[in-house]
């Protein structure tokens, strides 16, 4: 199994910035996938950015040239930078890894943008 921990949430003002992390422990060697999904009041779950193995991105049209998604392999940590933030960015982010068998997710972190 793989347990993943955010870190990194919190409030703040529009057009500021966060850096949220996710530390993944256990059995990582079969993770192929990791990203970042949020989640807002009365919404569904939904994609903000993932990272291949490899290094290939994707991200959602309404993060992208403000959200950078990152991996640091030997730390076993994905990183979310998200720069200019607006209030509608406000949701709980969660952590996911991918293994191509089976989804894990974090706990979730709270981020709350201010106008």
């Known amino acids: 199994q793989v347990h993943l921990v955010e870190s990194g949430g919190g409030l703040v003002q529009a057009g500021g910035s966060l850096r949220l992390s996710c530390a993944a422990s256990?059995?990582?060697?079969?993770?192929?996938?990791m990203g970042w999904y949020r989640q807002a009041p009365g919404k569904q779950r939904e994609l903000v950015a993932n990272?291949?193995?490899?290094?290939?991105?994707n991200y959602a049209d309404s993060v992208k040239g403000r959200f950078t998604i990152s991996r640091d392999n030997a730390k076993n940590t994905v990183y979310l930078q998200m720069n200019s933030l607006k209030p509608e960015d406000t949701a709980v982010y969660y952590c996911?890894?991918?293994?191509?068998?089976?989804?894990?997710w974090g706990q979730g972190t709270q981020v709350t943008v201010s106008s």
């Open positions: 996911n890894a991918y293994t191509n068998i089976v989804n894990y």
């Open positions: 256990g059995i990582i060697s079969s993770i192929n996938v």
């Open positions: 990272i291949v193995s490899g290094g290939r991105t």
